[in-house]
């Protein structure tokens, strides 16, 4: 950068003034800005998680830390916080949940992208549908369905929610993959003698992998996030996933640890970050591609 | 050769097929579908979730619905809905567009750092969200939010109690408003330089430019965010309950709580059911709409 700015005013024939420097200045300062309410609110929850803080202060509150620790996270996975019991029934739910969703959805957006059936795009827009509307509106009668068929109070019951909340959106996303690989190569498989079931292990999923990858991912991200869900379902705590173990102790203690309660966000923060790392990328993209089709 | 062409017979192909799409179908229908259509049904009876009326209950007609538009509480919890609803909408639509048009240019020192600084907020779950800025919103001086403000000189603000909604929308903004930034700049940066260079040769100025090329090239995107929006604020629960639980009072009692509140808090089956067909029915059609959208321009 500093190497080129004197070649810059070297072809512009007189520097800069200040007048037409100033709206890019601007430029850099609402940057600057936006920058820090995005990232400023991280702070206290990091500094408080490792941190002893001052007597006389709330932990609420952002403090200069008298030492650090990592008490939190003992407190946290150790203490009271039972974080790895929460850690544990989270990872069941989730990776089962998204599992399950990820094979239904290979199967079923296999079958969209190869075959033609009556009713095809009504199922298609269908789908698309169900996946925006909000939960928020079928999440009572949800509750009395699983009620009915005994699966209140039940870490499958939640599984089985993750699944159901995930298809929608991966059905599309696969087929979608699918379309993109060419029909003759299965073709060729057919001629050889493989089955279906072979034709797409063996030949579409490994050509399609990398997109199924980054679609899973951000499945499971959104299933690991699930809260409403989880919430009317289960009343046992020791069924409890990692969000309403924190949300639990947030509003049940009467002197919250907020040192053990950031201590245990950062856990359950752990695989929502590491998405963040890997599919910052995809995430942009896909986001522009969604966009995209309607331009 | 005698042997049969290996491609699998038409007729075992369909069933194969079916077998295939089958569970995924199905399990929509039984979780997503049934419920809803459940919901429609509950609605129109006395129901209720726990006790005799759980057991034996009576069709009521529309009396649920009529009780509901007669309850001042649901028309509070529905305009306080739709109020968040346009003020999100509108922030994030300015917000978002004038980010975009700032970092729509070459060369921004910095640019790709923002833009992740932007989308990380939006992986962060809602506890976590209500969590993080409980700290910012905190009452009192030392408060991180109120320290900021007292450098220009304002008094502390009881965000959560005496702005309850003003601050839940500004959680919103934090966590949601890189959704608009990032679709609103892939738009902009998506039209040909040429096409706005002939403009300003034709004697545009920057304001005719943004309404008369730049708006309406990128305005099925504006309309996609602005649908998906729409349905994530008519049906926000998480960041509300997690943040307020709907209090102080009921001052965030947004219509996603209230059907918690009429379901899970009063066993109150009927109503909250016809609470939650009256939004699911606002959903529809905004979602066909923006069904419509889509495939109109597929």
């Avoid at chain 1, 050889?192 to 797409?200: S, V």
Wanted: hydrophobic share 55%.
């Amino acid at each position: 950068m500093q190497q080129t700015t004197p070649a810059h005013t070297q072809r512009t024939a007189a520097p800069l003034s200040l007048l037409q420097k100033l709206p890019l200045i601007g430029i850099y300062l609402f940057m600057v800005l936006l920058c820090l309410f995005c990232l400023a609110p991280f702070i206290w929850p990091i500094l408080s998680a490792f941190s002893i803080k001052p007597e006389n202060v709330s932990g609420l509150y952002l403090y200069i830390p008298a030492a650090w620790t990592l008490k939190g996270f003992d407190d946290a996975i150790f203490g009271r916080g039972q974080a790895l019991i929460l850690l544990k029934n989270s990872l069941l739910t989730t990776v089962g949940g998204v599992g399950f969703a990820v094979i239904f959805s290979a199967l079923g957006g296999y079958t969209l992208s190869r075959s033609e059936f009556r009713f095809k795009r009504a199922l298609m827009y269908s789908f698309l549908l169900i996946q925006i509307i909000p939960a928020t509106a079928t999440i009572l009668p949800f509750f009395i369905i699983m009620r009915e068929l005994h699966l209140i109070d039940s870490l499958w019951g939640v599984t089985i929610g993750l699944t159901a909340g995930q298809i929608p959106f991966l059905l599309w996303v696969m087929k979608g993959f699918f379309d993109e690989v060419p029909k003759e190569l299965e073709e060729s498989a057919a001629i050889d003698g493989a089955t279906r079931l072979q034709i797409l292990w063996y030949v579409i999923v490994p050509l399609a992998l990398p997109g199924l990858g980054a679609a899973s991912v951000l499945a499971f991200n959104s299933a690991w996030s699930a809260f409403f869900m989880p919430l009317i379902l289960l009343s046992s705590p020791d069924k409890f996933l990692l969000p309403l173990g924190l949300f639990r102790s947030i509003i049940g203690y009467t002197n919250i640890d907020y040192r053990m309660m950031n201590a245990m966000s950062i856990i359950y923060l752990l695989p929502s970050f590491l998405f963040f790392l890997l599919a910052r990328r995809y995430l942009v993209r896909g986001m522009m591609a969604g966009a995209m089709a309607g331009n | 050769m005698a042997k049969e062409p290996p491609l699998i017979s038409r007729r075992s192909e369909r069933t194969m097929l079916a077998l295939f799409l089958g569970p995924a179908v199905i399990i929509v229908l039984i979780f997503t579908i049934m419920p809803a259509l459940w919901a429609i049904y509950v609605s129109f009876t006395n129901r209720a979730l726990t006790g005799a009326r759980s057991v034996t209950y009576d069709f009521v007609g529309i009396a649920n619905y009529v009780k509901l538009l007669s309850n001042e509480i649901f028309l509070h919890s529905i305009s306080l809905t739709l109020w968040y609803t346009l003020w999100t909408n509108i922030g994030q639509f300015v917000l978002g567009l004038a980010t975009a048009l700032f970092l729509n240019r070459a060369n921004l020192w910095g640019k790709t750092f923002l833009l992740a600084a932007v989308v990380l907020p939006m992986v962060i779950p809602a506890v976590i969200q209500s969590l993080i800025w409980s700290s910012m919103l905190a009452i009192g001086e030392y408060g991180t939010l109120n320290r900021i403000l007292g450098l220009v000189g304002i008094a502390p603000v009881m965000w959560l109690r005496e702005a309850p909604m003003i601050s839940v929308t500004l959680v919103n903004f934090w966590n949601n408003s890189g959704f608009a930034m990032i679709l609103f700049l892939a738009g902009l940066e998506n039209i040909p330089r040429e096409v706005i260079e002939a403009a300003q040769i034709d004697g545009a100025n920057a304001w005719q430019t943004l309404t008369r090329i730049r708006l309406p090239l990128i305005r099925y995107v504006i309309m996609l965010w602005l649908l998906l929006n729409t349905l994530g604020c008519l049906g926000v629960f998480d960041l509300v309950y997690t943040l307020t639980r709907g209090g102080p009072g009921n001052r965030t009692q947004l219509v996603g709580i209230y059907i918690y509140d009429q379901s899970f808090k009063f066993y109150e089956l009927g109503m909250g059911s016809a609470a939650s067909v009256i939004l699911l029915f606002i959903s529809l059609i905004i979602g066909l709409i923006y069904v419509r959208v889509l495939r109109v321009t597929l």
